[in-house]
């Protein structure tokens, strides 16, 4: 049954994805919290709208679908592969708008072709979005999580580094900034002067002395956070960090990279030639890539009015490979965005890797573009 308030256009896009075959899911408005402040990324986690349950569980209001539609395949340990559409309202600050709104979209869960199933996201939304708002001009951005990755261990930094390179990918002024201390880790943020001594001397135990000593004397409990001794390797560690200097040639390959901006069906020979002229192996991740550019060639997209960007990234943290976003260009509204999420599955509870790949149609947005406003 559709639901009061949703766009006059609803029951035929309902319609729309049942053609999709993907059974249509229903998922409770109210959802444990800890799996999306986990995995949804720090930009959906500060609008989330926390609660409590009677027993002090955390739970909150549905902000997105895709969460809960994988938790659910999960613990009614359904066969792959299996096809999921959704249709209903998610709820998130936002700054205009309102912070309720309606959206659709498909989860494709657990096909072995991986480039198959990523032309036929992306292709379906777009198909989905030409049938509704079919006066729209429509610019299609697509980047790749997995291709950065690659990128990123081959310049060989420290994993702590890669790992905080990958979770800011897509956040300009983030990537922007960690170039920056990468290119002059002076610029890092000094310690506290009661802990750079000890950090200066390599003295563990003075310093996890320290620390012990500051938390009883502030009222932590060890038993309720972190001990000393984890606190005084975490500082370690981020000292280390924090001194890591990337060489220049490496420095200017990672900025090279960032700067790709092309049509998509020249990216292939401009991501090899880059491969190539850095000196980098990321052979595996080129393979995936171009397997997508031909299974979106056989569906029939034109891949010269789609852009790949190579610094584009979506806003949750669950991504692991292809990412896009479909926009309307005269309203600058994003319609549709979706991508593969691979580790997602496994860290719900999955008992082995489950290949995932979906996609969002903001319906509000939809339906502005629909009215002309």
């Not at 792959?80 to 936002?94: A, D, E, I, M, W």
């Not at 171009?290 to 997209?301: F, I, S, T, V, Y």
């Not at 991504?319 to 994003?334: P, W």
């Amino acid at each position: 049954m559709l639901q009061v308030g949703l766009p006059g256009f609803a029951g035929d896009l309902a319609r729309s994805l049942d053609a999709l075959n993907a059974p249509r899911v229903d998922i409770p408005v109210i959802q444990p919290a800890e799996p999306f402040l986990d995995m949804a990324g720090e930009d959906l986690r500060r609008r989330i709208f926390l609660t409590e349950s009677e027993t002090g569980e955390s739970l909150c209001l549905r902000p997105e679908f895709t969460i809960p539609v994988c938790s659910a395949h999960i613990a009614e340990n359904v066969a792959t592969p299996r096809r999921y559409s959704y249709l209903g309202q998610v709820f998130r600050q936002r700054r205009e708008g309102g912070n309720e709104f309606f959206q659709a979209g498909v989860e494709d869960l657990g096909e072995p072709d991986e480039a198959g199933a990523d032309a036929r996201a992306l292709s379906e939304a777009r198909a989905l979005i030409a049938e509704f708002a079919p006066a729209a001009s429509l610019s299609i951005i697509l980047g790749d999580q997995a291709v950065f990755e690659a990128v990123v261990a081959g310049l060989g930094l420290p994993a702590g580094w890669q790992k905080r390179l990958i979770h800011a990918f897509g956040n300009e002024q983030a990537l922007i900034a960690m170039i920056a201390r990468l290119a002059n880790p002076d610029s890092a943020t000094q310690p506290d002067p009661s802990v750079a001594g000890f950090l200066a001397n390599g003295d563990v135990d003075g310093l996890e002395a320290h620390i012990e000593d500051v938390m009883q004397a502030t009222g932590y409990s060890t038993n309720a956070s972190r001990s000393p001794a984890e606190i005084a390797a975490r500082l370690i560690d981020k000292q280390a960090l924090d001194a890591t200097r990337l060489s220049a040639g490496s420095l200017e390959a990672l900025k090279a990279f960032l700067a790709l901006d092309v049509p998509l069906d020249r990216a292939a020979s401009k991501l090899a030639d880059f491969a190539r002229d850095a000196g980098l192996d990321i052979s595996v991740a080129q393979q995936a890539f171009e397997a997508r550019l031909n299974a979106l060639a056989e569906r029939g997209e034109d891949l010269s009015v789609i852009r790949w960007r190579a610094a584009f990234g979506r806003p949750l943290d669950y991504y692991t490979g292809l990412v896009f976003e479909i926009s309307a260009s005269d309203h600058n509204l994003v319609l549709a965005g979706g991508g593969r999420y691979d580790r997602m599955m496994t860290l719900l509870g999955a008992n082995e890797p489950i290949p995932a790949v979906g996609f969002s149609l903001w319906l509000d947005r939809i339906e502005t573009v629909r009215a002309g406003r």
